[in-house]
Every structure is written in C-alpha cells, then in structure tokens.
C-alpha cells in the first residue's frame, strides 16, 4: 500500500514562508494529477492548486501570485512552496495523488499556522 507523507508544515509569522513536500513511500504508476487542499478550522476543505502529469497548474484565488506547486516525478514528490503567508492560509494541508487506475492516495496532512 501506497503512503504518502507530508512534511514542511509549522509556526511562521504573516510574510513569512514554508515549503511543503509530500513524498511517495513508493513508485507510483501512471499518476494523472497531483493536488494540495487545506482545511481550516470549522471550514470545509478547498483545494489550493493541483498539476498535471503534463505539467499544467491550476490555484485558488486565494493563493495565486503566492504560492507555486511543483513535482518531481523521480522522487514521486510534489511540493509547495507558499510565500507571503497570511493568517488565513492557517490550515491543515493535504496532498493528493491521482491515478489512472489504482484511484486516489492521500496524505495524513501537516499543520500550517501563520501568526504572529
């Protein structure tokens, strides 16, 4: 059984930056999409931006222009990297992993709290 685990999360003051790394345990075949949510505090979970297998992002609004996600297919590893940070990107933040054929993987998630 597949597993991913997140890490990256924390403490960091508003402007500041973290980057979070969600990692495989395993090679992971024929992955379509790779997607970061969060879920606030009595809030239900959005998603925060998503790319393709062919490289395409997609964010939310919220997040555009801050944030960027990435992957490396050879560490079956995608990334996040969040900049400017406000207090309201406080959440706990998932990864997902999309495939053809063995369907949805999910992270544990991983605590981000922006405050000063």
Do not use: H
């Not at 979970?45 to 222009?65: C, P």
Request: glycine content about 10%; overall charge positive.
């Amino acid at each position: 059984q597949v597993q991913l685990v997140e890490s990256g999360g924390g403490l960091v003051q508003p402007g500041g930056s973290l980057r979070l790394s969600c990692a495989a345990s395993r090679s992971i075949f024929a992955i379509e999409v790779m997607t970061w949510y969060r879920q606030a505090p009595g809030k239900e979970r959005e998603l925060v931006a998503q790319i393709t297998s062919g490289g395409t992002t997609t964010y939310a609004d919220s997040v555009k222009g801050r944030f960027t996600i990435s992957r490396d297919n050879a560490k079956n590893t995608v990334y996040l990297q969040m900049n400017s940070l406000k207090p309201e990107d406080t959440a706990v933040y998932y990864c997902k992993i999309s495939t053809t054929f063995s369907g949805n993987y999910w992270g544990q998630g991983t605590q981000v709290t922006v405050s000063s």
